[in-house]
């Protein structure tokens, strides 16, 4: 998308500009992901073992998956929405 969006005309440009967009987001994605983990940790609800009061990593990594799982249909689904009646 971002080599789409870029207003470069050299394609080797272009392609650079888009490699350096991407990393960036998702080093941006993965440090706050790291840092709401430790949040998590730090403040007693997340813990390695199952406790009583607090959730297990593995559990929270399940969740954290099966949610951007849907995110991704939703996604999906919303583009096949809108292309589908501008192709017809």
Do not use: D, H
């Not at 272009?14 to 790291?34: D, P, S, W």
């Amino acid at each position: 998308m971002s080599y789409e969006l870029s207003g470069e005309f050299n394609q080797a440009v272009r392609i650079k500009q888009a490699l350096v967009e991407t990393l960036m987001f998702y080093v941006y994605v993965a440090c706050g992901g790291i840092l709401f983990v430790l949040f998590l940790w730090i403040n007693g609800t997340l813990s390695i073992k199952a406790t009583a009061g607090g959730f297990t990593l593995t559990g929270f990594l399940m969740a954290l998956g099966g949610a951007a799982g849907l995110l991704q249909i939703i996604i999906f689904l919303g583009y096949g929405l809108i292309s589908v009646p501008k192709y017809i």
